[in-house]
């Protein structure tokens, strides 16, 4: 049930994009897109909903295939900033009392070099 | 708004020993979740409550994890009898529904030795 992330981890250099992808075996209501830095807690990027909104704070976008059951994240003229843990959230399934359960992927690594 | 806060942050305690960590939600929020951090993974779903019912709980817990949450409010996590498998980081968020951002603790770190 747990999302899996690709790639484990990626090296950039200030100014270059990458992507990181997630995927469910399972049909998905939501996808969450997190960052961690070392020693912190997970900081809320963005959120993919089913049926196309998007809520989000940062200057990161991603898409949500909602056939596919995956998400991808874009990291675009990367920063150092971006520097972290990427992890993605995913929440399955039909709206329900007992709904709502966040499962998390094993996260990728991003490494932004001057 | 406060935050999530957890306590204690750094717990170190001997195998055996009986832990219990606490975290207060963002008021508002009906939602709470318990993950397990451990070094290079993601967070691992403990378990959840929406208000004070407890909705459900990993099977990957043994009988020696125990979470409350009384009055829908604040909620401990309770390890007995500890092994040092259980060292880990123990993160807990909140939100008011699952469409929206999932708002972390700082963490509570227990090292067991």
């Known amino acids: 049930q747990q999302p899996v992330q690709s790639p484990q981890a990626v090296i950039l250099r200030e100014g270059e994009d990458a992507v990181i992808n997630c995927s469910s075996s399972?049909?998905?209501?939501?996808v969450h897109w997190y960052r961690q830095k070392h020693g912190e807690a997970p900081v809320f990027l963005m959120i993919?909903?089913?049926?196309?909104e998007q809520k989000g704070h940062e200057k990161i976008s991603a898409s949500f295939n909602e056939k596919k059951q995956q998400s991808s994240l874009y990291l675009t003229a990367s920063q150092l900033s971006y520097s972290g843990t990427y992890f993605c959230?995913?929440?399955?399934?039909?709206?329900?009392?007992?709904?709502?359960?966040?499962?998390f992927g094993a996260g990728t690594q991003v490494v932004v070099t001057p | 708004d406060t935050g999530v806060s957890q306590d204690p942050r750094h717990k170190i305690t001997k195998r055996g020993q009986n832990v219990t960590f606490r975290c207060d939600p963002i008021?508002?929020?009906?939602?709470l979740y318990w993950y397990r951090q451990t070094l290079g993974q993601g967070p691992e779903f403990l378990t959840y409550?929406?208000?004070?019912?407890?909705?459900?709980k990993s099977r990957l817990l043994s009988d020696r994890f125990s979470a409350e949450r009384p009055k829908g409010s604040f909620s401990t996590l309770e390890i007995q009898r500890t092994e040092q498998g259980d060292s880990a980081m123990y993160l807990c968020?909140?939100?008011?529904?699952?469409?929206?951002?999932?708002?972390f603790g700082e963490g509570s770190r227990l090292t067991v030795l």
């Open positions: 993919l909903l089913k049926g196309g």
């Open positions: 959230g995913t929440v399955v399934g039909i709206v329900t009392d007992s709904w709502g359960k966040f499962q």
């Open positions: 409550f929406q208000n004070e019912a407890q909705l459900e």
């Open positions: 399972k049909a998905l209501y939501s």
């Open positions: 008021s508002e929020h009906n939602r």
């Open positions: 968020a909140s939100t008011r529904d699952p469409t929206g951002e999932l708002f």
